[in-house]
């Protein structure tokens, strides 16, 4: 944000959600336990987070539940000793979890493959057996350069059992990202597939490792997961094929004693700005952050089918794809392919099929189904789903809405959950016994201290948007910035004592927050400062729109004026005439303030591989400037 000042609030959303009352009565976490949380949490935090640590299985008790002595680098549970994969799976094998299934994966051509916790555990002590075979120790960074299949999960967590720190790198990233990160990494050993399924074609990856890997020598040992049967190179005595390493290894290997703070992972950051950053999470602090989040914001039960869609190489997938779920002991669901392929279907198909009682998507997933109209959903039973979720980007309410009526019946709450990489776990968000806002991401959890303040961290008058800060430290932070220390101290200092989201958010009369875009997206038209999201938002709810990114263009009169790119509905033709009807259509809605200085019609919208809107780029576009770091664009 570089103009002081608040910004300004335009959109007005007045619809209210009530849980239905079986849900309330049958939530794990009820309106009074609630209650008592908010307070407990307000008043002594570290007991609450010391609440949710009790929860799961460690190995040696912490001295002290957190350790501020040389904030901004906090140390959570210190001296305690655990390991992640104990919780998420050793533990399970002694209970009747053993036997439930953990994991539901369906590739794209629809093939399908289940396997237990017992059966998990066993694949994982293989894989763990046979990395340490091949020279793999404690501290030792693993890259993973994986599509989402089973042994994507068995590998993630054969290092973390092992104490190895797996550094996932999201398949569709190119060789070249791959090499970045491997480098930056310091990585000796790489996963990867001969290729995988995406929308209807074979996509190699073998290929595109063997071109990176020649050109350096760090990485001596690379391991293939055969997926596609492909034929692909072997370099004698670098590569292995995985289902060799595995299959004489015994089922059963040691988990390693880990600090509460040693690194579990790495994780380079989507980020829509500037250059990626390693972003360190731990075993200790990070698992009690999203076991606690997964259980009381979507009210997690054994019994459940959770389906978070995100990719396991991203953080939604590292916390609630892999390794929330099982620290829950519950089913996860892992889709390997389009969300559109053969049709436009595939998703509820997949949950009619499957049973699936949670799906946890992203606005941009929903608002690209909501195009193809509701007669998709209505030729499936979704009658299996009790709750759904959002998360990636600001939901639009209009999306919100559509989600909840058409696939969640008007009966399962939606919770739009705000966090990042760097935050681990789930910071603001609904919770099931709680009113609901399409658009409004509702309060912080308990235990998390936000607030919405201006540039020299004073609080901004209620419904005016500001910068979402956290004030206290939370279990799930991040450790670290890898190799960049400096990184990771920029995120505490430019407003003293607070953790800089780089968001900005307003807060309405009921204390609810409503994130409003990135902080370096703002517009400022004539001094009034506008977020791009309720510019979006309220583009969105015309009928003919599917998507929209507002982007503000320097102009000499006003500062900067809005110009907006628009992808239409199904069937919809673009004109000049439904142009300046987007325009009036706004100033109906918002105001004068929010004139359109042009609509732009395209057939998509740049994003990132995770979903979200790059508007950055359309920005160096529009300027004839430079985009900066392209890697993350997605190019389908
Ligand atoms: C989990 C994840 C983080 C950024 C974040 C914000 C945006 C995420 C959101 C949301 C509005 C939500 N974001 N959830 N904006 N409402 N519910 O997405 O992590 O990839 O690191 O992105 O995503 O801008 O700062 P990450």
Known sequence: MDQLGALETLLQEDRVFRPLPGLVMEANINPQELASAYQ???????????????????????????DDSKAPFYKWFTNARCNIVHNALDRHIKTANKHRLALIWEGEPG???????????????????????????KGDRVVLYMPPLPETIIAMLACAKIGAVHCMVFAGFSGKALKDRLRDAGARCLITADGFYRNGRVVPLKPAVDEILEEQDAVDICVVVRRAGIEVEMHPARDVWYEDIVRHEKPEAMTEVMESDDPLFLLYTSGTTGSPRGIVHSHGGYMVGIHHTLNWVFDIKPTDIFWCTADPGWITGHSYVVYAPLLAGTTTLLYEGHPLYPQADRMWHITAKHGVSILYTTPTTIRMLMRYGNLFPRQHDLTSLRMLGSVGEPINPEAWVWFYQTIGRGECPVMDTWWQTES???????????????????????????????????????????????????????????NDPDAYRAYFEKIPGCYVAGDVARRDEDGYFWMQGRADEVINVAGHRLGTAELESALVAHRAVAEAAVIGIPDKIKGEVAKAFVTLREGVEESD??????????????????????????KDLPKTKSGKILRRLLKAEELGTEPGDISMLEEE
């Open 577 to 602: 005439e439904l142009a300046k009807e987007l325009k009036e259509h706004m100033k109906r809605e918002l105001g004068p303030v929010a004139e359109l200085k042009s609509v732009k019609f395209r």
């Open 424 to 482: 681990g776990q789930i910071m603001i968000s609904p919770m099931p016994v709680g009113l609901l806002k399409p658009g409004s991401v509702s309060k912080p959890l308990p235990g998390v201290e936000a607030d919405i303040v201006d540039r020299t961290g004073a609080p901004v008058p209620r419904d005016k948007g500001g910068l979402l800060v956290i004030k206290k430290p939370w279990p799930g932070m991040m450790q670290n910035v890898w």
């Open 111 to 137: 093939d399908t493959r289940k396997l237990t916790y017992f059966e998990l555990y066993r694949a994982v002590n293989k894989m763990a057996g046979a990395l340490k075979n091949l020279g793999v120790v």
């Open 40 to 66: 407990l949490a307000a008043h002594d935090p570290l007991a609450f987070w010391e609440n949710a640590a009790l929860e799961l299985q460690w190995f040696r008790r912490w001295d002290k539940v957190l």
